[in-house]
């Protein structure tokens, strides 16, 4: 694919150590990317001492909270500028840690990123994550892609305090794409209106086990008797799912 071999990504998600949903879809999807020549930039929220980055992407942890790094960031506060204005409408949607959380990301892409150095950014979730990227791909003219997993729409104590945000960062999105059609259900029953693509998580291909046998996981997790165990088919391996992304972006 042509284009791929020139875009530059900025993603912001978070990178395994700790496993997760989320960390993994985001280290397959850049190692696959990577591995098409793409060039990814990964800003990291989720801080640990050990990650494990994919071959061929940067791998850029976002500021912990030290006295010393904390009095780092201050004194880059200036550079904000008018960013204060979009974060401020939301201050009320963003628990303490986030509203810092936002102002990390922000600081660390301006500190990594030129508007030259990026082509599209992309975040994972449609909540504190996706606004500071939006503020900074706003700043920079870029498109902004958010990858939505559910969670933002279906946690009704998420939901009653972060609604607004996450409404608003689903529609100025130039797409945003949707893990499952039951993720797309719930983005439309909560009133998102945006551009939304699917592509399936589908499963890992190499640990997915069709036709095992019932009684084997019922021994195994002690299980009661009754009730009914659903075998699938996985729709995709990762390799496909990032051939898809590619895809969904380039029809912007």
């Not at 791998?59 to 909270?65: E, F, G, K, S, W």
Request: charged share 25%; with cysteine; hydrophobic share 40%.
């Amino acid at each position: 694919m042509g284009f791929s071999k020139r875009m530059k990504i900025c993603f912001v998600g978070s990178l395994p150590k700790p496993y997760g949903g989320v960390a993994s879809h985001s280290f397959h999807l850049t190692k696959e990317l990577a591995g098409l020549g793409v060039k990814v930039d990964f800003i990291d929220t989720r801080l640990a001492k050990k990650k494990t980055v994919p071959s061929g992407v940067r791998h850029l942890l976002i500021a912990d909270l030290s006295l010393s790094s904390t009095l780092r960031q201050i004194s880059k506060l200036p550079r904000l500028g008018g960013a204060w204005t979009q974060i401020m409408r939301y201050w009320k949607c963003l628990r303490p840690r986030d509203f810092i959380k936002v102002i990390y990301i922000i600081l660390k892409i301006l500190d990594s990123c030129r508007p030259e150095s990026v082509d599209l950014f992309h975040a994972q979730h449609a909540n504190e994550r996706a606004l500071a990227t939006w503020v900074v791909a706003k700043r920079f003219k870029k498109p902004l892609v958010i990858t939505a997993h559910c969670g933002e729409f279906t946690e009704d104590f998420f939901w009653s305090r972060c609604s607004r945000l996450v409404k608003h960062m689903t529609t100025v999105a130039a797409r945003v794409i949707s893990v499952s059609k039951y993720t797309q259900k719930c983005m439309i029953a909560r009133g998102c209106k945006g551009h939304v693509s699917i592509i399936p998580n589908g499963v890992d291909t190499h640990f997915f086990r069709p036709g095992l046998e019932v009684s084997e996981l019922r021994r195994k997790y002690r299980l009661v008797s009754s009730g009914t165990f659903i075998d699938g088919k996985g729709q995709m391996c990762f390799s496909r799912r990032c051939l898809l992304f590619l895809r969904r972006i380039s029809k912007r």
